[in-house]
């Protein structure tokens, strides 16, 4: 009986002390938890990608196939969707980079949103999608794909 009751106040943990359990938990949650964050970032990236190639396919198809005329204008429509997304998921994509760079900071401090991927409170640290639509990043290749297709338009209107 004397042999348990030592054993369990050694397992026990004393009052304003942490156990080096405790500190290795910590960072193996770290580690789970960066690597969750950082494979939802490579999924928005790799959605980006595939966004724009839909959109440079879709381009070609048009030029290629020499649609009519009075149809060209309506390949606005799906270029100006495709921005749109593009843009989207790169705002979610910025946003899961600061909850990356939040968990960095605090994880081994602070347990609260532990696991959490929810990014709403750092939206407002977020530029809006439209911002992020005529940004360097995503303005001019969705911008100069516009200009070719009205350019396009222009061309085969005034042939006919």
Known sequence: ?????????NEAPQLG???????????KDLLKEIDLIQSVINRMANTSFLI?????????????????????????IPLLLFWFLDAFFLQRERLYRKLYQWVIQNRLKDDSYLFSLN????????????RIMTSLTLGPFYGIALLLIAIYSMLSFFQS
């Not at 002390?17 to 910590?26: L, N, W």
């Not at 959109?55 to 005329?69: K, Y």
């Open 1 to 9: 009986m004397e042999n348990e009751k030592q054993l369990m106040e």
């Open 52 to 76: 724009k190639g839909w959109a440079i396919t879709m381009i070609a198809l048009i030029f290629s196939v020499r649609s009519q005329q009075e149809a060209l204008p309506l390949v606005i």
């Open 119 to 130: 990014t709403a409170r750092f939206r407002h640290e977020s530029k809006s999608i439209i």
């Open 17 to 27: 002390t942490t156990h080096t359990i405790d500190v290795a938990e910590r960072k």
